[in-house]
Structures are given as C-alpha cells and as structure tokens.
C-alpha cells in the first residue's frame, strides 16, 4: 500500500527523519497528533468518510507540526482550499520519492512547497475582491501591529521564500518565537498563512 511505501521511503532518511504515527481517519488523527506531537503531518485529501481539507485546520490546532497534503485528488479547487486552511504545500502521490522527501524538507523548514501555477491562482484568487470599503478595516488591522510585528512582515514580505529559520537568524530571534509572532500577526490580520500574508502586506503596508 501507499502507507507501506511512505513509511519505508521516510524510514530510509533516518535519523532525519522518522515516522511518528498514522492513522486512517480524522478522529484517530487528531489523537495521534496530541500523543506524539510531530513535525510535519502528511494528510490525504480522501480520508474515507472525511474531509481532509476540513480536517487540517484541527490538526494544526492541535500540534506545532506544518502539514503537506499528498493527494491523488485532481481538484485544484480542493488543493486551494488545503493551503487556505493552513496547509504549506500539496504534491501528487504519483510524485518522484526524491522530490516528496524535498517537500517534507521545504515545509519543516516553513517554506510552501507548491508549483508555480497554484501560487499563481492562489495569489489571484486571495488578491481578488474590492479594496475599496475595506480599505479602512485592513488600515486598522495594520495599525494593530506592533513595531516589532511590522518589522517580521516587511522582512518575509522583501524574502517570501526564505525559510523561517534563516529569517529568525536575521531578526536576531529563536525561530519558536518567530513562530509565535506570527500566530499573533495571522490573527491581527486576518490571515491563514505564509502566502496570505504576503499578498496582504504587499497591497497595504509596501509603503511602511
């Protein structure tokens, strides 16, 4: 089976890597996670009766882990609503075992692993709607930031693809509290991730 491989490919980078647990539905997942706390979660869009896409918001609830969908579901519709709900990439099952391990890497690193043509929807689709009315609100939503919060967006805003880590290095901070900077910018701004707010600070604070 597909698990049978994903375990055998990730046992063989050990100690790099090492799989933690597994599960086949979303109730055992959400207890896995709680139990074993891992760092980076490879979720199925098809789980059966569930929705994987649902699911992945809870399970970064529940864990500091990121999560990489791995799919053989062709619904791009379904792939964007994976990286809205939190998701830092989405490959195929039918992807090269050297190319996944490269994902897995890329998104423990904080960095998304998605082609080109996604990032190129997504940023259409989450840059789209009338600024207009709004154009307050979001004024408002920047004024909540404090120094420090508008410096971490400017920097990954000029450096969107550097890994949080080496962003951290340069901010002269630990990446766990970049980490936790970031939950609070998310929430300020009304933002789900990386991309979002990229997007966002780039039609509302290129002039900070």
Same mark, same amino acid.
């Given at each position: ?24 539905? @979303?109730? !055992? /997942? %959400?207890?896995?996670?709680?139990? !074993? ?7 199925? +869009? ?13 399970? %970064? ?22 990286? $809205?709900?939190? /998701?830092?990439?989405?490959? @195929? ?6 190319? %996944?391990?490269? /994902?897995? $890497? ?5 960095? +998304?692993?998605?082609?080109?043509? #996604? ?5 259409? @689709? =989450? ?22 919060? $508008? ?5 990954? #805003? ?5 890994? +949080?880590?080496? =962003?951290?290095? @340069?901010?002269? =901070? ?28 780039? $039609?509302? #604070?290129?002039?900070?």
């Amino acid at each position: 089976t597909i698990v049978w491989g994903l375990e055998r490919l990730i046992e063989s980078e050990a100690p790099r890597m090492k799989v933690v647990g597994k599960a086949s539905d @979303s109730a !055992t /997942a %959400l207890a896995m996670v709680s139990d !074993t706390q891992p760092d980076v979660l490879l979720v199925d +869009l098809d789980l059966g009766k569930d929705n994987g896409v649902d699911v992945i918001a809870e399970l %970064l609830k529940k864990s500091g882990a990121t999560v990489l969908v791995l799919t053989g579901v062709r619904d791009t519709g379904a792939h964007e609503r994976a990286i $809205r709900a939190g /998701a830092l990439g989405v490959v @195929s099952k039918e992807i090269a075992p050297a190319e %996944l391990l490269q /994902a897995i $890497r890329r998104v423990y690193r904080g960095e +998304l692993s998605v082609d080109r043509r #996604m990032t190129e929807r997504l940023l259409a @689709s =989450i840059s789209g709607g009338a600024p207009g009315s709004a154009r307050t609100v979001e004024e408002e939503k920047v004024a909540s930031l404090t120094a420090r919060e $508008r410096d971490i967006v400017l920097t990954l #805003m000029r450096q969107p693809q550097l890994p +949080l880590k080496e =962003i951290a290095a @340069s901010l002269d =901070i630990t990446e766990r509290t970049l980490r936790n900077h970031l939950s609070s910018i998310y929430e300020k701004l009304g933002v789900s991730g990386r991309l979002e707010l990229y997007v966002f600070s780039s $039609r509302h #604070m290129h002039d900070a």
